[in-house]
């Protein structure tokens, strides 16, 4: 049963126009890669759309292609025109775009590269371009101290007559050591004011709402913590499988792609203590501290509060898909994990003994991310009138994606002259209260970067903080005997170990449900 709450009239509802970005040129590294096409270029073609991107802004390609500027228009022409959604490419819009787009060749391993890079960038300052430098590194981890070498050995790192940024995908290293060491050399060449460590999910609109659930509503508080709170379960669920990135994802897994960063920030933002303000560094100090505060896990804490899966073949929305294992260009015995399950403990005051259940899988049976909040069970069993009216404890999820909003669940009273009580639902949906899309993550990140904010980005010791919880579980992972793989169905909610994993503690998943009508779309 559902309520559904509007905010406001939805016609009140305006949003305000987008603050202009400084105008800049803007280098991607691996512009020809699955990432620039899919994410990164229809972000900056949404951005100028939506009034964002100064008329001065240039985006030049850059990768081991040769290509003129006209035949890389025509490829991101034809990456747009096999987009689900299919921007415009055509009419004045797509045009102004068009003529934004340059391609300059070069391989990002060659130190030669560098020179070249910088000449050519010169050159189109002397020809009155843009003096601002924003360099975005959209290509497979191992290029990235190469490349950080080479603009820093090319002088590009210097802010001299224009201000020099950069940009980072993540993976930030595949381990604490790692991460430690490609920190070290970023910061060798890049003041960190000027690095952007970008985790796309902290430019999704439902995660930034997060903060404004918590923060801006006093209701909350006073039960957010282990006195009310019995679990909170995260769940970052996905229809696709490995897609066209085997060699990317072989080397890296569900954990290192997906839990690292994305499911660790949502777990920060849910359980972080109030940031003094909402600036760079009050915010992200909090974040830290509670990074801090999940204990690292011994190999015996492995063993029993982990759980990894990968798919078999099986059905997804009707269709037969392959297994992990049958992908082109993974390994036939591949023992690399497309599902992780963790239940995470927070040593502080807040949120002693409370579970902090996430998981996250590929080709599971619906594409859902949320967070759910369980509160504790009411004290006494007052309306029970039978075992199966026992209330239902409370719950908030917050349903990042898709059909994003939150739901709140808690008990009425059944129509009649007894006072029998019933479970109902509080619906606040983004779609239904402002309508139109959600704005595209990347492309508020991108604004942020030109703007020069990096609220929204991961602080180096963050990254650190980050790797300190993962690593010794893919320490363990290596040293355990695996798994048999696969252990999970292709179209189900994943490995039977994981619904364990919960039970065991006396709790349960909330089953991965399929998408409701009329979600606002975020990306
Ligand atoms: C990326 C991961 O960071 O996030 C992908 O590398 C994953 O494997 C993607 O598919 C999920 O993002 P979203 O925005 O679709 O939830």
Same mark, same amino acid.
């Given at each position: 049963m559902t309520a559904t709450v509007h905010a406001a009239p939805p016609e009140q509802i305006t949003r305000p126009p987008l603050r202009e970005a400084e105008a800049c040129t803007l280098i991607i590294f691996g512009a020809t890669g699955d990432l620039s096409r899919r994410k990164l270029l229809p972000a900056l073609y949404d951005l100028q759309c939506a009034g964002g991107m100064s008329s001065r802004c240039e985006i030049i390609g850059t990768g081991r292609t040769p290509l003129t500027d006209e035949t890389f228009r025509g490829r991101v022409r034809e990456a747009f025109s096999d987009m689900k959604d299919r921007p415009h490419t055509s009419g004045a819009r797509w045009r102004e775009f068009e003529q934004r787009l340059h391609y300059l060749a070069g391989d990002p391993s060659d130190?030669?590269?560098?020179?070249?890079?910088?000449?050519?960038?010169?050159?189109?300052?002397?020809?009155?371009?843009?003096?601002?430098?924003?360099?975005?590194?959209?290509?497979?981890?191992?290029?990235?101290?190469?490349?950080?070498?080479?603009?820093?050995?090319?002088?590009?790192?210097?802010?001299d007559a224009g201000w020099s940024r950069i940009v980072i995908e993540k993976p930030f290293g595949?381990?604490?050591?790692?991460?430690?060491?490609?920190n070290r050399v970023v910061n060798g060449v890049f003041a960190e004011e000027a690095v952007f460590r970008i985790d796309h999910y902290l430019g999704k609109e439902t995660v930034q709402n997060i903060l404004v659930f918590r923060f801006g509503n006093t209701m909350l508080e006073p039960v957010w913590n282990r006195n009310y709170i019995d679990y909170v379960e995260i769940t970052a669920a996905e229809t696709l499988g490995v897609e066209s990135r085997a060699a990317f994802y072989e080397e890296t897994g569900a954990l290192r792609d997906m839990v690292t960063n994305h499911l660790l920030q949502l777990l920060t933002l849910i359980a972080m203590e109030p940031p003094v303000a909402l600036d760079a560094g009050a915010l992200r100090d909090q974040k830290v501290q509670l990074l801090r505060a999940i204990r690292p896990m011994t190999v015996a804490e492995v063993k029993h509060r982990t759980v990894r899966g990968q798919y078999d073949a099986g059905a997804v929305g009707g269709q037969h898909v392959a297994a992990y294992r049958e992908e082109t260009?993974?390994? %036939?015995?591949?023992?690399?994990?497309?599902?992780?399950? *963790?239940?995470?403990?927070? &040593?502080?005051?807040?949120? =002693?003994?409370?579970?902090?259940?996430?998981?996250?899988?590929?080709?599971?049976?619906?594409?859902?991310?949320?967070v759910v909040v369980h509160f504790k069970r009411?004290?006494?069993?007052?309306?029970?009138?039978?075992?199966?009216?026992?209330?239902?404890?409370?719950?908030?999820?917050?349903?990042?994606?898709?059909?994003?909003?939150?739901?709140?669940?808690?008990? %009425?009273?059944?129509?009649?002259?007894?006072?029998?009580? *019933?479970?109902?639902?509080? &619906?606040?949906?983004?779609? =239904?209260?402002?309508?139109?899309?959600?704005?595209?993550?990347?492309?508020?990140?991108?604004?942020?970067?030109?703007?020069?904010?990096p609220t929204r980005f991961t602080r180096r010791d963050e990254v650190d903080a980050e790797w300190r919880i993962i690593t010794p579980i893919e320490e363990a992972w290596a040293e355990l005997p695996p798994p048999v793989f696969p252990n999970y169905e292709a179209g189900s909610d994943g490995p039977a170990e994981a619904k364990e994993l919960v039970v065991r503690g006396g709790h349960q998943w909330r089953p991965i449900a399929p998408p409701r009508a009329g979600g606002a779309g975020a990306a």
């Open positions: 130190v030669a590269s560098y020179p070249r890079l910088a000449a050519d960038l010169d050159a189109r300052r002397q020809a009155g371009g843009n003096p601002n430098r924003l360099f975005y590194i959209a290509t497979p981890t191992s290029l990235v101290r190469p490349i950080i070498e080479g603009l820093g050995a090319a002088g590009l790192a210097k802010n595949r381990d604490l050591q790692s991460g430690r060491e490609l260009g993974v390994q %036939a015995r591949s023992n690399t994990e497309t599902y992780a399950a *963790i239940d995470f403990r927070i &040593d502080n005051w807040r949120w =002693e003994g409370v579970p902090f259940y996430v998981r996250t899988g590929k080709r599971l049976a619906h594409s859902r991310s949320e009411t004290p006494q069993a007052l309306f029970a009138h039978a075992p199966e009216t026992y209330l239902a404890p409370n719950q908030i999820a917050l349903r990042i994606q898709p059909d994003e909003g939150i739901t709140i669940a808690f008990a %009425a009273k059944r129509p009649g002259d007894d006072l029998r009580s *019933i479970g109902v639902e509080a &619906d606040f949906s983004y779609a =239904e209260s402002f309508g139109g899309k959600a704005p595209n993550a990347y492309a508020t990140l991108l604004l942020d970067v030109m703007h020069g904010d």
